[in-house]
């Protein structure tokens, strides 16, 4: 496999060192995503332990209306501070058939909670323009399945009516698909991907 790493920066060492003193001077500690960072993981969360760390890797989407099949690379964060909820952030980048980097792509960010009855709730918002609710569970200890309750859109994002989705830990890695119904078509396969633990 060849190495789904992002295209390089644009920012200048001064900018990105701006941030990182920005980072290092806030007030609280930052997000654990291991045991080892110091931030217990909150006992409501316990369902959700596998996650926190940050996953790097290559999917394959798909979608008729859209641009047939095409591989991405992506990186996946799941982060806490010790409350109930797990931070999420996804980044995803355009590859070539070769595994080369065409360019960036998707960007979504959001926050998994867990209720008192073991409920997930996951609020995601994307970078194109649409929000979602998803409720779901664990269907193992190691895999969760979730399914829009809401979906809201801005005037500009396409037409989204509903998604579901499947994450499982597999031999190690995140792995998950999504399916979707986009453009007044019926749910269907829209993204899988493999992603390797590259930090807890």
Known sequence: MSDPSPPDSTESPQVAADLAGFAADLPVGPDATSAEHGVELHPQCSMLAPLPGVWRGQGEAQYPSLLGEFPYGQQITFSHDGRP?????????????SGEVLGPAAREVGWWRVDPDETIEVILAHAFGICEIYYGGATSEVSWELQTDTVARSDSARETEAAARL????EGDLAYVEERALRGLPMQPHLSAQLQRISD
């Open 85 to 97: 909820f797990l931070f999420y952030e996804a980044r995803a980048w355009l590859l070539n058939q």
């Open 167 to 170: 994450y499982g830990i597999v």
